[in-house]
């Protein structure tokens, strides 16, 4: 397949982890049209960008030690409560 051919396509070649990971190797490089080989070229790796964005990862803030610690104290508390 062409740079053209997969340029004037719009289908949605986004994938979640849960899909990739029933699919093989080679049925995930097919549904996301990647050579393993010779990866994107640069026009198509830009078209990609910037139907999708970049490939980032929403990390979460951590929840701090003490917050941990009060919640679990609170936790104790409440079952004595209760019984």
């Known amino acids: 397949m062409s740079v053209e051919e997969s340029s004037s396509q ?10 990739a990971a029933s699919l093989t190797a080679e049925e995930v490089l097919s549904h996301l ?3 393993p080989r010779d990866g994107l070229t640069t026009t198509e790796a830009s078209r990609r ?6 490939n980032e990862v929403v990390v979460k803030e951590p929840i701090p030690a003490w ?3 009060l919640d679990q104290v609170d936790k104790i508390f409440s079952f004595y409560l209760d019984s």
């Open 10 to 19: 719009t289908e949605d070649m986004s994938l979640t982890s849960g899909k």
């Open 33 to 35: 049209r990647a050579n």
């Open 49 to 54: 960008r910037s139907l999708y964005g970049l």
């Open 67 to 69: 917050k941990k610690y």
